[in-house]
């Protein structure tokens, strides 16, 4: 039996059901957390925190491979302008370290929106709270136990 982290205690507490899954290797990069897992890059999400200039804190979710448009971000919430949460503060902020930031059990809830590409997707996997640990569940039960916003909030690709 493997180590239940404090996100699978949640869902278990809300009777919430999903899927974990383990991977060895430390905090890779989420594509390679993606590829161990054999699972699809638009599939697995990241969750990033950032600050706005009056020291709100906000969670946005987006697929692996992609990178959050700071601006979209901004306006989805309604701020003048965001910058990402720096390393150092994410243990004191959240509860987690980086690498094993999940939505699901921060320190407090914080705003969250998750990129409107989730909409088109039945499961979605992201950080069970600790490095090497994912976990994969609907989005409308993640929705359950996290206030979620969808909006376009992914930076353009240029190709």
Same mark, same amino acid.
């Given at each position: 039996?493997?180590?239940? %982290?404090?996100?699978?205690?949640?869902?278990? !507490?809300?009777?919430?059901?999903? #899927?974990? /899954? %383990?991977?060895?290797? &430390?905090?890779?990069? &989420?594509?390679?957390?993606?590829?161990?897992?054999?699972? $699809?890059?638009?599939?697995? @999400?990241?969750?990033?925190? %950032?600050? +706005? !200039?009056?020291? !709100?804190? /906000?969670?946005?979710?987006?697929?692996?491979?992609?990178? =959050?448009?700071?601006?979209?971000?901004? @306006?989805?919430?309604?701020? !003048?302008?965001?910058?990402? =949460?720096? #390393?150092? $503060?994410? =243990?004191?902020?959240t &509860? /987690?370290?980086?690498?094993?930031? #999940?939505?699901?059990?921060?320190?407090?809830? @914080?705003?969250? %929106?998750?990129?409107? +590409?989730a909409?088109?997707?039945?499961?979605?996997?992201?950080?069970? &709270?600790? *490095?090497? /640990?994912?976990?994969?569940?609907?989005? #409308? $039960?993640?929705?359950? *136990?996290?206030?979620?916003? @969808?909006?376009?909030?992914?930076s353009?690709? *240029?190709s």
């Amino acid at each position: 039996m493997q180590e239940k %982290t404090n996100v699978m205690r949640i869902l278990d !507490k809300a009777k919430i059901p999903y #899927s974990e /899954y %383990t991977y060895d290797g &430390g905090a890779l990069s &989420g594509v390679e957390v993606a590829n161990v897992l054999k699972k $699809d890059e638009r599939q697995v @999400f990241k969750t990033l925190v %950032t600050v +706005s !200039k009056t020291l !709100k804190n /906000y969670v946005f979710m987006i697929p692996v491979a992609e990178e =959050l448009d700071l601006k979209k971000a901004a @306006f989805a919430v309604g701020e !003048k302008s965001l910058s990402m =949460l720096k #390393s150092k $503060d994410l =243990l004191p902020v959240t &509860g /987690y370290v980086h690498g094993g930031c #999940s939505p699901i059990g921060m320190k407090k809830p @914080f705003p969250t %929106t998750i990129d409107e +590409s989730a909409r088109s997707l039945e499961n979605i996997v992201f950080s069970g &709270g600790k *490095i090497g /640990y994912q976990v994969e569940l609907k989005v #409308s $039960d993640l929705q359950k *136990i996290v206030p979620l916003r @969808f909006a376009d909030i992914l930076s353009e690709h *240029i190709s």
